[in-house]
């Protein structure tokens, strides 16, 4: 009997039931889909000169980038992406060739492998990376105040740096990004230490999947997601089928224009400091120091790199990721700490809460 294809491809799972811990890990799952950067990586390093600047010297990112006249914050994704990939090697700060790199990728070599590791690569990808690598000064693209300028790019952070999202946009992004974080959701609401908070203020909550699997796993908790209008109305499908809208409500705020509501403990970043440069990092640093009361705290839920910044591999990848498609990058802890403290945050610490990820919290005296 043929199979009804409306019924069998419907998922049986019901809204509640994906804020149960999964039954795999999603490591792979990001392990796969950010694998896809790394021919672009190899390939545009290569043509950049990348290989053949450290076989004459090893630098450090910074020496590097001036050596062949590139932007820093690009150089340094790249080449901790290279490294995280084994093909340099991190010692004392200065990047080396690791013998594969030496062998197969430095034009000269009997083995040179270039002509071949560019086949089938993505053309955007690379022809992206190369851009960026050569628009210096990124680190220094603000607005007034410290806020991100409007681009006209198209890429998916600039319209929360307009603070201008359309209901389709809004709910295209909302399930993009619910599908990878729910996981993750879980993760926090599991590990994370909510005693002592009663109320969570996420900025930039997107489908409100964190506040929502915080809210069902923590009944004393009242959680408010803070968004642009139409993402506000994408979260509240999500929050009304995940069965805590008494508990969990939205807010429309556009954190770079308006003021941040008050009288929150905890204030809850989630991919929200890596679509941003350093300078706009600072510049939520201290908004979110200046909104919470003494005794409150930061929660920045990233995909943190090593301290060395050369792996994890997918983080990483999804670092250069952010430079291609935002104003940002993956952080180290210590990175994201020494921002906090410049801020007047104290008492940083981590704690892992899923798969690649983790919570950097800051506390106000």
Same mark, same amino acid.
């Given at each position: 009997?043929?199979?009804?294809?409306?019924?069998?491809?419907?998922?049986?799972?019901?809204?509640?039931?994906?804020?149960?811990?999964?039954?795999?890990?999603?490591?792979?799952?990001?392990?796969?889909?950010?694998?896809?950067?790394?021919?672009?990586?190899?390939?545009?390093?290569?043509?950049?000169? @990348?290989? &053949?600047?450290?076989?004459? /010297?090893?630098?450090? !990112? #910074?020496?590097?980038? %001036?050596?062949?006249?590139?932007? *820093?914050r690009a150089?340094?994704?790249?080449?901790?992406?290279?490294?995280?990939?084994?093909?340099?090697?991190?010692?004392?700060?200065?990047?080396?060739?690791?013998?594969?790199?030496?062998?197969?990728?430095?034009?000269?070599?009997?083995?040179?492998?270039?002509?071949?590791?560019?086949?089938?690569?993505?053309?955007?990808?690379?022809?992206?990376?190369?851009?960026?690598?050569?628009?210096?000064?990124s680190d220094?693209?603000?607005?007034?105040?410290?806020?991100?300028? @409007?681009? &006209?790019?198209?890429?998916? /952070?600039?319209?929360? !740096? #307009?603070?201008?999202? %359309?209901?389709?946009?809004?709910? *295209?992004?909302?399930?993009?990004?619910?599908?990878?974080?729910?996981?993750?959701?879980?993760?926090?609401?599991?590990?994370?230490?909510?005693?002592?908070?009663?109320?969570?203020?996420?900025?930039?909550?997107?489908?409100?999947?964190?506040?929502?699997?915080?809210?069902?796993?923590?009944?004393?908790?009242?959680?408010?997601?803070?968004?642009?209008?139409?993402?506000?109305?994408?979260?509240?499908?999500?929050?009304?089928?995940?069965?805590?809208?008494?508990r969990v409500?939205?807010?429309?705020?556009?954190?770079?224009?308006?003021?941040?509501?008050?009288?929150?403990?905890?204030?809850?970043?989630?991919?929200?400091?890596?679509?941003?440069?350093?300078?706009?990092?600072?510049?939520?640093?201290?908004?979110?120091?200046?909104?919470?009361?003494?005794?409150?705290?930061?929660?920045?839920?990233?995909?943190?790199?090593?301290?060395?910044?050369?792996?994890?591999?997918?983080?990483?990848?999804?670092?250069?990721?952010?430079?291609?498609?935002?104003?940002?990058?993956?952080?180290?802890?210590?990175?994201?700490?020494?921002?906090?403290?410049?801020?007047?945050?104290?008492?940083?610490?981590?704690?892992?809460?899923?798969?690649?990820?983790?919570?950097?919290?800051?506390?106000?005296?």
């Amino acid at each position: 009997m043929p199979r009804d294809s409306q019924e069998g491809d419907r998922n049986p799972m019901q809204p509640r039931d994906m804020y149960a811990a999964p039954t795999a890990d999603d490591r792979r799952m990001w392990d796969l889909w950010l694998s896809g950067l790394h021919q672009p990586a190899i390939v545009a390093a290569e043509e950049a000169g @990348v290989f &053949s600047a450290l076989a004459d /010297a090893p630098g450090t !990112a #910074a020496e590097l980038a %001036s050596r062949l006249g590139f932007d *820093e914050r690009a150089t340094s994704v790249l080449v901790r992406l290279l490294a995280a990939l084994r093909l340099l090697v991190q010692v004392d700060g200065r990047y080396h060739l690791g013998d594969e790199a030496r062998t197969y990728l430095v034009k000269g070599s009997p083995w040179y492998w270039a002509p071949m590791a560019s086949v089938a690569v993505s053309e955007w990808h690379r022809d992206r990376l190369l851009e960026k690598l050569r628009q210096r000064g990124s680190d220094q693209v603000a607005g007034p105040e410290g806020t991100p300028l @409007v681009s &006209s790019e198209g890429r998916p /952070a600039d319209d929360w !740096a #307009a603070g201008n999202v %359309s209901p389709q946009r809004a709910r *295209e992004v909302a399930a993009r990004m619910h599908a990878h974080s729910v996981p993750a959701a879980v993760g926090v609401a599991r590990h994370y230490d909510f005693r002592g908070v009663a109320r969570v203020l996420d900025v930039g909550g997107g489908s409100g999947c964190f506040m929502v699997a915080a809210a069902q796993a923590h009944p004393h908790l009242r959680c408010t997601v803070m968004e642009l209008p139409a993402m506000c109305e994408a979260a509240s499908g999500y929050i009304e089928a995940g069965g805590v809208a008494d508990r969990v409500a939205t807010c429309a705020v556009d954190m770079f224009r308006q003021p941040w509501p008050r009288g929150y403990e905890a204030l809850f970043f989630s991919n929200i400091w890596h679509d941003w440069n350093v300078r706009t990092c600072r510049w939520l640093a201290a908004r979110a120091f200046e909104a919470l009361p003494s005794g409150g705290r930061v929660l920045l839920h990233e995909m943190l790199l090593d301290d060395d910044g050369a792996g994890p591999v997918t983080a990483a990848s999804f670092s250069l990721l952010m430079l291609l498609a935002t104003q940002g990058q993956q952080f180290t802890s210590g990175e994201l700490k020494a921002i906090l403290e410049g801020a007047g945050f104290a008492r940083i610490d981590v704690i892992a809460t899923h798969s690649y990820y983790s919570v950097v919290t800051g506390h106000k005296a």
